[in-house]
């Protein structure tokens, strides 16, 4: 089986940062992509950032200039540093990979929050 550990949420002032990481572990044959989705209360599951094997980003318009993705194949790796960090970022931040077989998994989730 695949297991995702997420870590380094917290509660940041405005304007602080943070850097989620996330480790894959397991029968794992090959990554595709990672990505960090993210959740608010009352909210939808949205993506927040995405990066393929071939380090192709995509980032959500709301966080664009502030978020940065990163992996590292050879760990099976996904960092998502974020600055400058608004109350609006305030959510669960979850960990997906998505394998070239096209099996996904999830992380469970990592608590952001963002208040002064």
């Known amino acids: 089986q695949v297991q995702l550990v997420e870590s380094g949420g917290g509660l940041v002032q405005p304007g602080g940062s943070l850097r989620l990481s996330c480790a894959a572990s397991?029968?794992?044959?090959?990554?595709?992509?990672m990505g960090w989705y993210r959740q608010a209360p009352g909210k939808q599951r949205e993506l927040a950032a995405i990066i393929t094997s071939g380090t192709i980003t995509n980032y959500a318009d709301s966080v664009k200039g502030r978020f940065t993705i990163s992996r590292d194949n050879a760990k099976n790796t996904v960092d998502l540093q974020m600055n400058s960090l608004k109350p609006e970022d305030t959510a669960v931040y979850y960990c997906?990979?998505?394998?070239?077989?096209?099996?996904?998994?999830w992380g469970q989730g990592t608590q952001v929050t963002v208040s002064s």
């Open positions: 997906k990979i998505v394998t070239f077989s096209g099996s996904a998994y």
């Open positions: 397991g029968s794992i044959f090959g990554i595709y992509a």
